[in-house]
């Protein structure tokens, strides 16, 4: 059994009978795995997620490629190839669309701008190396950093409002972050590995961004000159029919996948390592139809992480992630596997997560939400399904404090958080769920859920109701 008072904080101020077990007490319910109602409901739930999947409208290219190598681009190492490629896209865009093919070889380029009917591809051998003179990814473009729009850097492969895009092959997008370019700029930092700068320091922009958005300044007005705000790698803004297939993405400047606003996304059998700050693997933002398979996530933040928005700048798009389906993935490091939030202020439904493995060390979480009173949003329809975790600090995690905890008026809302057949060898925490007493966590079902090892129970504050049928906690049945 657990030592809850030697080896765990329970602050269970809506769950303290439920949590421990002691008696049947109003908001702990179980229902059978086997019941009508259960097996409708989840027959229903993951029909949902296959309908998300036949729904989204995939790429189409012409069947012509436009190699690089034609418009005088250079695998040697040493050439700037951001003109060629600049060349090859358009004479592609022109002919009607197709490939815009990097051959075996080591290109350097600055950003890389998608048109309409472009699949940029990367043979076995290619590796597309971008330099880190930030100049060089000017002038601005509209993007979106940490759930903000701004006129900001441009990310390193960029497209605005096109259709029918895609990056795909077996080479490697190298960002060549490290802890002398790009990284630096985060400033402080648990692992930073680099002397505190007290000018090239991200807090410098990003203070006054946020406080901009809070203010609503127009987003054309939101330029510095000054500017230390880390470009994405790979983010379509307002784009259709993305598709991002095969290659290894690494040592990324900030997030590494990161489409804004965009419909009919697919995210197939990407290779994410990178280990900076920030270096969330696929962070799609108030996007509709999003399909991420067959991925693998070694990060030094998020492996995904949905999100719509912060706070201000989000309620004006309003626009949540919706109808998102993961499957078939792999997460190692990471601060979380599958998380929604921080910045998820146009909330998130529709969210499906199934057959994925996780593990590894220094794997923070696996079943992460991250909001506060400050964020809001409202979060439903979440179902997570058929995972095996090895290794990982904490299981599940719904945290209403974080970063400004609660000093606002949006009061985050999550509802019917369904997890099922999940499989933990070793955990230090169970829960940390941390709901308000105003706005209390509830509409948490686990069932057929199985920890082989934990070292605590963990934390349940503010907890209105869990449904839990057959979860059991170090060889012992667990009731909540």
């Given at each position: ?27 702990c319910?179980?229902t ?11 027959e ?9 999947i ?15 190598t034609?418009f ?9 190839n ?12 022109a002919a009607?669309?197709?490939?815009v093919v990097?051959?075996a ?14 699949n ?23 993007t979106?950093?940490?759930g ?12 605005y ?16 972050g ?13 692992r930073?590995?680099?002397?505190i ?15 901009m ?5 127009p ?11 880390r ?10 029919r ?37 270096s ?6 108030s996007c ?7 991925c ?13 928005g912060?706070?201000a700048?989000?309620?004006r ?23 929604i ?20 060390p ?15 949003g ?31 008026d ?19 925490r ?21 920890i ?9 504050e503010?907890?209105s109701s ?15």
């Open positions: 059994m657990i030592d809850l008072q030697k080896r765990g904080s329970l602050k269970a101020l809506g769950l303290s009978s439920c949590a421990l077990g002691l008696m049947p007490v109003a908001g319910s179980t059978s795995p086997t019941s009508p109602a259960y097996v409708g409901r989840d229903a739930l993951w029909k949902q997620a296959d309908d998300i036949d729904n989204i409208a995939r790429t189409d290219f012409p069947n012509r490629d436009f190699l690089v034609e005088g681009g250079k695998g040697d190492g040493e050439t700037d951001t003109g060629p490629i600049a060349k090859a896209i358009e004479a592609c865009a009607g669309g197709g490939r990097i051959p070889g080591q290109f350097n380029t600055g950003p890389v701008h998608l048109k309409t009917n472009i940029l591809h990367l043979q076995e051998g290619a590796v597309l190396s971008f330099y880190t003179d930030p100049e060089r990814y000017k002038p601005y473009v509209m979106r950093w940490e903000v729009e701004l006129m900001g850097y441009s990310p390193l492969i960029y497209a409002e096109q259709e029918n895009i895609a990056v795909t092959g077996q080479g490697v997008l190298e960002g060549n490290s802890n002398t370019v790009w990284w630096p700029w985060k400033g402080r930092w648990s930073a590995q680099w002397p700068d007290p000018v090239e320091d991200q807090k410098h922009t990003r203070t006054p961004l946020f406080e958005a809070e203010q609503g300044v987003v054309e007005e939101r330029v510095f000159e000054d500017n230390y705000l470009p994405p790698f790979v983010q379509p803004y307002r784009c259709k993305v598709l991002i297939e095969g290659v290894t993405i690494r040592n990324s400047p900030f997030w590494l996948l990161n489409p804004v606003l965009s419909e009919d996304v697919i995210v197939r059998g990407v290779q994410c390592v990178s280990h900076g700050p920030n969330d693997g696929c962070d799609p933002e509709n139809r999003v399909l991420i398979e067959k693998l996530f070694d990060t030094g933040d998020d492996c995904i992480a949905l999100k719509s912060r706070n700048d989000g309620r798009l309003a626009t949540p992630i919706q109808n998102i389906v993961i499957q078939d993935c792999q997460m190692r490091a990471g601060h979380g596997g599958v998380v939030g921080s910045e998820i202020s146009g909330g998130a439904r529709n969210v499906f997560a199934r057959r994925c493995h996780m593990d590894s220094v794997l923070d979480r696996a079943v992460r939400i991250k909001t506060n009173s400050v964020r809001g409202l979060i439903e329809n979440i179902a997570i399904r058929n995972i095996v975790i090895g290794q990982v600090k904490d299981v599940f995690v719904i945290n209403f404090y974080y970063e400004e905890g609660d000093a606002g949006y009061l985050p809302e999550v509802k019917d958080l369904h997890v099922s057949n999940m499989v933990v060898e070793n955990a230090e169970v829960f940390h769920l941390r709901g308000f007493e105003r706005a209390p966590i509830s509409g948490v079902t686990l069932h057929d859920v199985t082989k090892h934990a070292d605590e129970l963990g934390i349940l503010n907890v869990i449904e839990t049928e057959s979860v059991s906690l170090n060889g012992e049945p667990l009731q909540l």
